[in-house]
């Protein structure tokens, strides 16, 4: 399944989420710091979305109160509750 996100409060303006079933195949985040995005991208690859979830939900960027890997959380819960 592909599914699509617009991101808030971020610099990244879209993220795409490839997943079958519970399991992340790929991520692609469109936009913000091409280094952090792309390596959040490949390390939650293969992994199970609560674990991501787990590990991501939370983090902060500077003072905007969420992040990249914060709203790729959001992007995994809506995920999970469409499924």
């Known amino acids: 399944m ?18 079958d079933g519970n399991i992340i195949k790929k991520v692609n985040i469109i936009g913000g710091c091409h280094g952090n995005t792309q390596g959040v991208s490949r390390l939650v690859e293969g ?30 819960e809506e995920i999970k509750s469409k499924q």
Do not use: H, W
Request: with cysteine; proline share 6%; net charge positive.
């Open 47 to 76: 992994m199970k979305i609560d674990d991501v979830i787990k590990k991501l939900k939370g983090i902060p960027c500077g003072n905007k109160g969420t992040s990249c890997p914060d709203q790729l959380t959001k992007a995994l």
């Open 2 to 19: 592909e599914y699509r996100f617009v991101p808030s409060g971020v610099c990244s303006r879209e993220m795409i989420i490839e997943t």
